[in-house]
């Protein structure tokens, strides 16, 4: 999909039972989004635009996403222009997309990272002002708005400085490193929100994107 030689607009699904969409977004289901996204791209995206969409890479198949999709597709007819993809890596598909579109996946980070317009729904720790494009979202299809990606080069940090571990609970290796890390946090001298807060950066843009 990387070799895709049109403008594309990327939505990144994501387990429709998890916690982040049934109790800190505003659907019940998966298909309630994409309703609401596939309204947008019809109403919104200019003609030679595509859809893509990539599903999560624990998606077991218990909801039929692609029919659903599929189906979707026809009711709106954009069918030529609509893709579907069933897990695998999202880096390649991210560095290519025009938007990127999310309920409040952590996904949504890596299209920051990039400097890809983003647009969620929901609750997410990166749902900034500064990040996450306010616009409805056909008028967003139409005419997306960058993120503040210095200010979120900073929010990163902050994370990485103060909040997060390295490792992952899905591989024996991704366990052992993350293993590693909470001894060591809680046994040091300074809190690292301190030690953050106390490194010369500027103070004013932490205290608004984190207050």
């Known amino acids: 999909m990387s070799r895709l030689s049109v403008p594309y607009h990327l939505v990144m699904l994501q387990l429709e039972h998890d916690a982040s969409v049934q109790y800190h977004s505003p659907f019940n289901t998966t298909q309630e989004f994409l309703d609401v996204v596939f309204q947008a791209f019809a109403n919104g995206a200019p003609s030679q ?30 069918e030529g222009r609509v ?43 990166y749902g900034k002002p500064e990040f996450v494009s306010d616009a409805p979202l056909s008028e967003f299809f139409a005419d997306p708005d960058q993120p503040d990606s210095e200010a979120y080069i900073l929010f990163r940090e902050f994370l990485l400085c103060t909040s997060q571990l390295p490792g992952g609970f899905y591989s024996p290796s991704g366990r052992r ?23 010369p950066k500027p103070r004013g843009t932490i205290l608004r994107l984190v207050g």
């Open 49 to 78: 635009h595509h859809l893509v969409f990539k599903s999560h890479s624990l998606d077991d198949g218990r909801v039929n996403l692609r029919k659903i999709v599929t189906e979707l597709a026809a009711h709106h007819v954009v």
């Open 83 to 125: 893709h579907f993809i069933y897990g695998g890596k999202l880096a390649k598909l991210l560095d290519h997309a025009k938007t990127a579109v999310t309920i409040n996946s952590a996904a949504g980070q890596q299209a920051l990272w990039r400097s890809i317009p983003l647009k969620t729904f929901g609750s997410s720790i």
């Open 177 to 199: 490193q993350l293993l590693r890390s909470p001894t060591e946090s809680m046994l040091a001298k300074n809190d690292p929100y301190d030690n953050f807060m106390k490194t």
